[in-house]
């Protein structure tokens, strides 16, 4: 239990099923609480770095509110960290339905000529009430486009198309959006977008899947790893990554990307790790 990443305690307090195996001043049960915002930082210290973020619908456990600041653990992959109070409200209903194109829009009304009032990102997920002809309607009154949004149970059959969705998008350390996102963010999107679980940064996502031998073919799908990076590959022989070279997610072939990397200073493949139905 070393990993701060993922376990719910700070200096003031800790989850109640932390109680005999850490010290702390109070064990709190936490709340359940669903993100409100288009996209939500979440920070290691309140207002410091940003680890990773979280999407409109994202379900938390908040154990502390303190000084404008929520502590919370997500519930799809257990990161803890700080989140801005005003971005959480009470958790219901159950969102019914995710929006699975790059980017979308939510109208006061069923009206593409009005202005939006929200744009949504890839992931978010809301509560579908009622429709009309060409929108849906949601538990907050507000309408999105049928085109965009997708049952909350269905999902993508490959990851790789999820990831491609993201071409283009800048990079941004931490960011889990098609408006900025990391490598891990990216292979995190396209993997929960597919219908798996999947950790939030490089290292944990390292044991997804089983090891492929060196000298085996990879395919589309398979992950590779270096020292705090990772890209999936898109065929044989070209990857698709989120990369501080680019400053984007783009496609590169992966033998040039070895010796880029290793030139740079980045070392070489750590891991090379082909996913399974049970991943």
Known sequence: MSDHRLIPANSRVAAEHLKGQIEA???VEGETARVALPIADLWRN?????????WLGDTVTVYERHEGFAYVQSVKDSYVGYVEEDALREAAPEPTHWVAVPGSQAYPEPDMKVPQVMDLCFGA??????HQPKFFETADGLYIPKSHL???DKRFADPVTAAQLFYGAPYLWGGNSP??????????????ASGRDCPGDSDQQEVLGQEIPEQAPLQRGDLIFWKGHVAMMVDTDTMIHA???HMAVAYEPFDKA????EAQGDGPVTHRRRLTDQS
Do not use: E, Y
């Open 179 to 192: 408006r900025g996102i990391d490598c891990s963010g990216l292979v995190q999107a396209a993997l929960i």
């Open 258 to 261: 070895i010796q880029r990397i």
């Open 25 to 27: 001043d109070s064990f």
């Open 125 to 130: 997920a809301v509560t579908v009430v009622s």
């Open 46 to 54: 309140p207002g410091g770095r940003r680890d990773r973020q979280l």
């Open 243 to 245: 990369n501080a070279h």
């Open 150 to 152: 997708w049952p909350i």
